[in-house]
């Protein structure tokens, strides 16, 4: 079992920064890759980006390259996600997964989800 808590969120202008946590308690927490993804409203949920359990391999969302970057410190259990040069399109719930097996396929576990809120 891993429980997921997202923090983080908030309003910001367009161009600023939000940095979105994810605190894991259960499973050993380098056992397990984490996700985030994203539901804007009237939209399905998208991917963001995702680390694998020792932090070696990282994946982006296209729209997110070069702004967002996902990272973990095993020694908290907890997952970040820094989002800088944020744009009104990245207005979301954000909620974070665990992966228990590779963080290309299925996520088991997710968090309750986070509101960012960017303005123009």
């Known amino acids: 079992q891993v429980h997921l808590v997202e923090s983080g969120g908030g309003l910001v202008q367009a161009g600023g920064s939000l940095r979105l946590s994810c605190e894991a308690s259960?499973?050993?927490?380098?056992?397990?890759?984490i996700g985030w993804f994203r539901q804007a409203p009237g939209k399905e949920r998208d991917f963001v980006a995702a680390?694998?359990?020792?932090?070696?391999?990282?994946y982006y969302a296209d729209s997110v390259k070069g702004r967002f970057t996902i990272s973990r410190d095993n020694a908290k259990n907890t997952g970040y996600l820094q989002m800088n040069s944020l744009k009104p399109e990245d207005t979301a719930v954000y909620y974070c997964?665990?992966?228990?097996?590779?963080?290309?396929?299925?996520?088991?576990?997710w968090g309750q989800g986070t509101q960012v809120t960017v303005s123009s």
């Open positions: 997964a665990a992966a228990l097996a590779t963080i290309s396929g299925r996520y088991d576990y």
């Open positions: 259960g499973r050993t927490f380098s056992s397990y890759g």
């Open positions: 680390i694998s359990g020792g932090g070696g391999t990282i």
